[in-house]
């Protein structure tokens, strides 16, 4: 069963910076691209960041230039380290994996950015 634990998220003044990170329980990890959303509060979920399998990444133009997403496949663990924070990128952070066909989420952490 895959399972995906999210940590790393709290409270930090705008300007700051938080490292946050995904645990998974997936067999093979380093074969399947993995990404970060984020759903702010009363807003629909959005997507964040994704790094494939080759550790390629993408960015919403939100967060580019400022969030770095990257993995180690080791330790199976993909981090977004979140730089700059300003006070709309409060919400919380969830992983997203997709394997044969099937879409794994994490339950979530907090991260609350205050001016």
């Known amino acids: 069963q895959v399972q995906l634990v999210e940590s790393g998220g709290g409270l930090v003044q705008a300007g700051g910076s938080l490292r946050l990170s995904c645990s998974a329980s997936?067999?093979?990890?380093?074969?399947?691209?993995m990404a970060w959303y984020r759903q702010a509060p009363g807003k629909e979920r959005e997507w964040v960041a994704t790094?494939?399998?080759?550790?390629?990444?993408d960015y919403a133009d939100s967060v580019k230039g400022r969030f770095a997403i990257s993995r180690d496949n080791a330790k199976k663990t993909v981090y977004l380290q979140m730089n700059s924070l300003k006070l709309e990128d409060t919400a919380v952070y969830c992983c997203k994996a997709v394997i044969s066909g099937r879409t794994y989420w994490g339950q979530g952490t907090q991260v609350t950015v205050s001016s």
């Open positions: 997936i067999r093979i990890f380093s074969e399947y691209a």
């Open positions: 790094i494939s399998k080759s550790h390629a990444t």
